[in-house]
């Protein structure tokens, strides 16, 4: 019964992103609708959470049984695959998929070329691009991570835990302000931007790599020094470890690297660009 009610709510989330979502906000853009579809099926798995996280492996896809989260992974790929398929072809996409495949930046580059021109010439986002604004995001975003993760980690399994739903969307919508705010310069290709422009996106990148080094590492170190502090605690030999995480634990974990990972070179550029403002007053 328990596969039943997932693959309806599958249908669901998925009639919603194809009747909805992708024509309205990605239209023919195959990046944005490939990122849509990212956030669409983690908001799924975020729904479902609450329901089902403490249940044993017991979904049974075809031959073998797996855990809810797969089970639901592997529904939304099948009954996507039809639907996608159609949608492309609708549309004609096929050429700008076999064209992205064959990019070399694949899906790390989040923006076109007819996008950034647009946002360099556009001035109906021009009050996310005051000094405060920009100060107010970067410092919106990072404060939302940090309490995000605090809570995520903490909160245990139990009703509370769905609120992740509403974290991931407050970062979704973070990271639009973000991009919007520098008009799309970290994210675009290189024949979008001038050699000054092209300059400074490839400065931010540098210095947004060594930010999540940093980032990682503590992170990393942070893990590491919990895990063996345990294993001390409880008198373990010191090579055998058990490490069992909670669903809103994992979420804390992967919301904390995607998040950064995607968000920062927008918030060193938003900050760039808030100091220069403010030395020009």
């Keep these: ?7 309806i709510a599958v249908l669901i989330a998925l009639a919603i992103a194809y009747l909805l979502v992708y024509p309205r906000f990605a239209r023919d853009d195959v990046k944005r609708m490939a990122w849509l579809d990212i956030v669409v099926g983690t908001i799924l798995l975020g729904a479902l959470a609450p329901f089902y996280w403490n249940s044993e492996p017991e979904f049974s896809f075809f031959t073998f049984d797996t855990s ?73 975003a990072n404060t939302t991570i940090a309490m995000g993760t605090i809570f995520l980690i903490n909160v245990g ?56 080094v940093g980032i990682s590492g503590a992170f990393a170190g942070a893990l590491f020094g919990y895990v063996v502090a345990t294993d001390i605690l409880e008198d373990g030999d010191g090579f055998n470890y058990q490490l069992d995480f909670t669903w809103p634990q994992i979420h804390a974990i992967f919301w904390l690297v995607f998040g950064y990972a995607y968000m920062l070179p927008s918030m060193i550029m938003a900050w760039r660009e808030a100091k220069r403002l403010g030395s020009q007053r």
């Design 1 to 7: 019964m328990s596969e039943i009610q997932v693959i």
């Design 68 to 140: 809810w989260w797969f089970f639901a992974i592997l529904i939304y790929a099948l009954l996507e695959m039809p639907l996608f398929f159609l949608y492309v072809k609708a549309r004609g996409l096929g050429s700008q998929y076999r064209a992205l495949w064959k990019s070399t930046s694949g899906f790390t580059q989040m923006a076109s070329e007819n996008q950034v021109k647009k946002q360099l010439s556009d001035t109906k986002w021009d009050g996310l691009r005051t000094r405060g604004a920009l100060r107010f995001l970067v410092l919106g």
């Design 157 to 212: 399994d139990n009703s509370l835990a769905s609120l992740v739903v509403l974290y991931f969307s407050i970062l979704f919508i973070f990271w639009f302000l973000l991009r919007t705010a520098v008009r799309l310069i970290p994210d675009a290709p290189d024949d979008a931007l001038d050699e000054r422009l092209l300059q400074e996106r490839n400065r931010v990148y540098h210095r947004a790599y060594q930010y999540l």
